[in-house]
């Protein structure tokens, strides 16, 4: 069973091949020129190798591409290390993910976070924290450590008022109304939200639900500065570096972000979210 490294070694092949036909070059021709077997270039464009940094260089000289290279060293960084499986990731519990988490987060400067469903960690309560990763864990099986998960999650917040840093989150309004822990629960993640809100450095958007469709909605992603972008799936944690999947990601969340409202018509939907939850709970 293909691995995501796998797909993302093929794709790579791919891209390799390409360079070197729109250069007039067969896979003999440019083995010769490198001094390499000529099964190196078959392996590579098939996606059965990864090639070097140095390879890419020779790759790219003898098919005048010069231009691509940057790009293309980014992406052979990111084959072994953009891909991490859950299951590995997690098999030592939510807590370690936390802290690895963690160090991410001291060296950005710039966050753009959105997500579509739930609220995003770092303004997350300590009972909301506990829920999302509760079912996460009876999701994937993986050991209960929920409570840790949750200290660690909410000792990940500090970024949130310590050193120079920006955060700018976007969040779709079934956010407000995804069902985590209940109604208490949720009533309280919705008056934490109030009060985050007069954070000097976060600015926090909401796109209401009847918003027009303008760019595809996928999945939540965060954004660190412009050097890495980071999203969960069902089955692994992805974090990409190549400078144009950055940029594409940097277009969605600037179209997402142009969708959503701010200042005080989004305290009332949130403060509408809340009221509502209050009344179920009485």
Partial sequence: MATSADQARASLGIRLRDIRRDAGLSGTELARRSSWLSSKVSKIEHGKQTPTEEDLRIWCEHCRALDQLPDLIAAVRSIETQFAEWRRIMRSGTKRRQQASAAAYERARLFRIFEPAVIPGLLQTHDYAIAVLSTFIDFLRVPDDAEEGAVARLERQRVLTHGDRHFHMVIAQQALHTNVGGPQVMAGQLEHLLEVMKLPRLRLGI?????????????????????????DTYSAELSLVRPDEIALYGRAFERLAALAVYGPEARGMITDARDRMIHKIS
Avoid at 213 to 230: C, E, H, K, T
């Fill in 207 to 231: 796109i209401p639900a009847d918003a027009p469709y303008r760019v595809p909605l996928n999945n939540g992603f965060w954004i660190l500065d412009d050097a890495l972008v980071q999203f």
